[in-house]
């Protein structure tokens, strides 16, 4: 069922079976002569079935859907060119498009991504399985040119009556936006700040701190603390309360990778992950789920990133491997 939220302006829910964010939030600004459709879900059937189906209550059958990505993970841009059709275009951050819009890049971020991954001590025979089974690559729209548009930081997006203010906000992936609707106090902050569970904020090759780029990015949002936050997964809340809350989340994983750096000296992220504390049931870490154990990994290269940074840390490279020293 969608939901209304402001005249205009309604939610799609769209079910991740299996997936630990359980439901994407998929919005709908509706036009006269077009509609704006915010996120899409994975390519996968389940999303597809939700996703037109409540673009059919909400009566965009034969209508020209232009589509909005806050950022290119797969459970946000999936079934972007279905839904835009033949007739709707794609808009998503610059900075993001190519991982979309262009397959060599595509490739070339994920053998980047891999080679780190087992530079980190990350077993290659896992790294294969789940080079077949992500959903970050799997689900991913169909690397297409595709009707793609590149935005700016600051540009207003004028669509159909909607004027939309796009804000990029790096961390969560290198181009994530938010998009600021000042007219009706709304901002739609993707998945750069979540209400109920905590952004995912991982290592990417595109920057060189991810963690350092997502902790201004907050700082960057408050401006727009007194608006209406619809977010990309759950519900919404107040912004300023939960930019303080994630840095005092990060100040507390940044002091538990430093730790586990202090106490197990010359390893690299993926042993040094299993010695950080995850909310996810698994007695130890060497009964984690793979895809887990990708997300933990990639999480803990973060913050060991941020902590070399800050000169907390240092990182020595030997036979190709990676090891962490305090500084």
């Known amino acids: 069922m969608t939901e209304s939220i402001l005249p205009g302006l309604y939610r799609i829910p769209v079910p991740l079976p299996g997936n630990p964010l359980k439901e994407l939030n998929a919005y709908l600004l509706r036009g006269n002569e077009r509609s704006i459709l915010i996120d899409t879900g994975f390519r996968q059937e389940e999303c597809r079935s939700a996703l037109f ?3 059919e209550e909400l009566g965009c059958q034969g209508q020209p859907v232009d589509v909005l990505l806050t950022h290119l993970h797969s459970d ?12 709707g275009h794609i808009y ?3 900075i993001d498009r190519s991982s979309l819009a262009d397959e060599a890049a595509r490739q070339m971020y994920w053998a980047l991504s891999q080679a780190r991954f087992l530079a980190e001590g990350f ?3 896992m790294l294969d399985r ?34 939309l203010r796009c804000l990029l906000m790096p961390g969560h992936t290198p181009g994530q936006m938010c998009f600021w609707l000042e ?4 901002l739609f902050t993707g998945d750069h700040v ?23 990015s907050l700082d960057k949002i408050l401006p727009y603390g007194n608006a209406l936050a619809l977010p990309g997964h759950r519900k919404g809340g107040s912004v300023p309360e939960r930019v303080e809350a994630l840095k005092r989340h990060h100040t507390r994983r940044l002091e538990e990778a430093l730790e586990a750096v202090r106490r197990h000296p010359g390893t690299g992220a993926y042993e040094l992950a299993g010695y950080m504390t995850w909310k996810i049931r698994a007695a130890s870490w060497a009964e984690f789920p793979e895809t887990q154990k990708w997300f933990a990994v990639g999480e803990c290269m973060a913050h060991l990133d941020h902590l070399m940074a800050l000169g ?5 490279v030997e036979n190709g491997r990676n090891t962490y020293w305090t500084a």
């Open 53 to 55: 189906a409540g673009l």
């Open 76 to 87: 946000h841009s999936g079934l972007a060119v279905e839904a835009a059709g033949e007739q």
């Open 92 to 94: 998503i951050s610059g």
């Open 123 to 125: 077993p290659q025979d």
């Open 130 to 163: 789940l080079d077949r089974t992500n959903p970050a690559r799997s689900m991913a729209p169909p690397p297409v040119q595709g009707p793609y548009v590149g935005l700016e930081d600051g540009q207003l997006l004028e669509l159909d009556g909607w004027k």
């Open 183 to 186: 007219e009706q106090g709304v």
């Open 194 to 216: 979540l209400f109920d569970i905590t952004p995912n904020i991982t290592s990417w090759p595109a920057l060189s701190d991810a963690l350092g780029a997502y902790l201004n």
């Open 312 to 316: 907390e840390v240092r990182r020595s």
